[in-house]
């Protein structure tokens, strides 16, 4: 099977620009989550996407926002970029069910965002 | 206190040694516990799953947990330089959930 794919690799922008990263599931998976990674702050969940639904949300800001569309395939946008949003953004697909739960999530390799 | 607490290292282990990682959690209501290995520069890889108080073996890899002491440890056997790299302990979130929280990792150095 392959992977979890993400595009692009690597992004520069500047202050202000917005960003669109985009992240296919390994086929059949039907959970998407995103995290962001930096050196100082480690692996922080941003959210999760389930059924083309938002099912969890991390801690922050509303600049950060994703979707998913109904092949499971999920976009995250990060609009009014600062400095700060420089870090490598990683996406995880999961055989998330409705009713129970298979928490293994495998990630993709990342994007990794520079904000000039 | 952080939700998932792990010690930085670098934890430094000769070839074909034992490496004991550890990390504890604060939710007592977690369910699934996982241990990720990162080398640099590279995304996280899953290498172990557990759910059960107790032990599970999977090749040179053995993950321990104790739900009563929250605390979740894994072994690496024969430890080998090919291993040195961070071991990022994760936890679930409460509930039914697709979020995972990460411990800040422990680094590990395997010397030939």
Redesign the interface.
């Known amino acids: 099977k392959a992977g979890v794919t993400q595009t692009p690799r690597y992004l520069i922008k500047t202050r202000g620009q917005q960003v669109t990263l985009s992240c296919s599931p390994i086929s059949g998976h039907r959970?998407v989550?995103w995290?962001q990674q930096t050196p100082g702050q480690?692996?922080?969940?941003l959210f999760?996407y389930?059924s083309e639904t938002q099912?969890?949300k991390?801690n922050f800001p509303g600049r950060f926002s994703g979707r998913q569309f109904s092949n499971s395939r999920s976009e995250m946008n990060v609009s009014t970029l600062e400095l700060g949003d420089s870090a490598?953004y990683?996406c995880?697909s999961?055989l998330?069910t409705s009713g129970?739960?298979s928490?293994?999530?495998?990630?993709?390799?990342?994007t990794r965002l520079t904000v000039t | 206190q952080k939700e998932v607490e792990q010690n930085s290292g670098p934890l430094s282990v000769p070839e074909g040694a034992i490496a004991s990682l550890n990390c504890t959690y604060s939710d007592r209501v977690s369910q699934?516990f996982?241990w990720?290995r990162q080398y640099s520069g590279?995304?996280?890889?899953?290498i172990m799953?557990i759910y059960s108080n107790g032990d599970k073996e999977d090749g040179r890899f053995t993950a321990q947990l104790n739900k009563a002491s929250q605390y979740v440890s894994l072994l690496i056997r024969d430890s080998q330089p090919s291993d040195s790299a961070t071991y990022?302990c994760?936890v679930?979130?409460s509930g039914?959930?697709?979020?995972?929280?990460?411990?800040?990792?422990t680094t590990l150095q395997v010397k030939p």
Do not use: D
């Open positions: 959970s989550s995290y480690g692996l922080q969940f999760e389930f099912r969890n991390g490598l990683l995880a999961s998330r129970g739960a928490y293994e999530q495998y990630f993709g390799p990342g | 699934s996982f990720y590279k995304s996280p890889e899953l799953s990022l994760a679930s979130g039914n959930t697709g979020k995972l929280i990460f411990g800040q990792g």
